[in-house]
C-alpha cells in the first residue's frame, strides 16, 4: 500500500503534489476494492494517469525542462502497461492488472517520483525563482 507522507512524497510543487496525492489514493483504493469495483476504479486511474502526465508534460514545456525526453518517455511506457492492463480488466480478466497496481506501480511510483519528479520539481521552482527575480517579482510559474 502506498501511505502518502508529504516528509517524504512532497516535492513542493503545489500541483505535483496534488495529483500525486490524488494518484496514491486510486491505488490504494484498487489494491483495497473487490472485484465489483475494480473495473471502475482502473478506468479513473487510467483517466486520472492521462490528466496528470499531461499536466506534467505542460509543466516541462513551459519551463524548457532539459530532461523532457526522457521524463514523458517514462510516462508513456507506463501509461501503455495501463492500457494493457485495462484492456484485460475490461476482459473480466484481473489477477495480472491487480499485481500491476499492487506492484508494479507502487515500485514504479516511489522510483519515478524520487528520480524524475523530484528533478523536475528541482528544475521548477529553480525556473520559477529566476523568473520571479526577472520579472519584478510577479510570479510567471504557478
Avoid at 23 to 41: G, I, K, R, S, Y
Avoid at 71 to 96: F, K, P, S, T
Wanted: glycine content about 8%.
Amino acid at each position: 500500500m502506498l501511505r502518502w507522507e508529504d516528509s517524504i512524497h512532497a516535492l513542493g510543487v503545489a500541483e505535483m503534489d496534488a495529483t500525486h496525492r490524488e494518484f496514491t489514493a486510486l491505488v490504494n483504493l484498487l489494491v483495497e476494492c473487490d472485484d465489483t469495483d475494480f473495473a471502475a476504479l482502473f478506468q479513473k486511474l487510467l483517466d486520472h494517469c492521462r490528466l496528470h502526465f499531461t499536466s506534467e508534460g505542460r509543466l516541462m514545456r513551459i519551463s524548457r525542462f532539459p530532461a523532457m525526453n526522457e521524463h514523458e518517455g517514462e510516462h508513456h511506457r507506463i501509461y501503455g502497461d495501463l492500457v494493457q492492463m485495462h484492456r484485460a480488466v475490461q476482459r473480466g480478466r484481473l489477477a495480472l492488472p491487480r499485481a500491476f497496481v499492487k506492484q508494479g506501480l507502487e515500485e514504479w511510483f516511489g522510483v519515478h517520483l524520487a528520480s524524475m519528479d523530484a528533478a523536475l520539481a528541482a528544475h521548477l521552482k529553480r525556473v520559477g525563482e529566476a523568473r520571479v527575480e526577472m520579472s519584478g517579482g510577479l510570479p510567471v510559474l504557478g
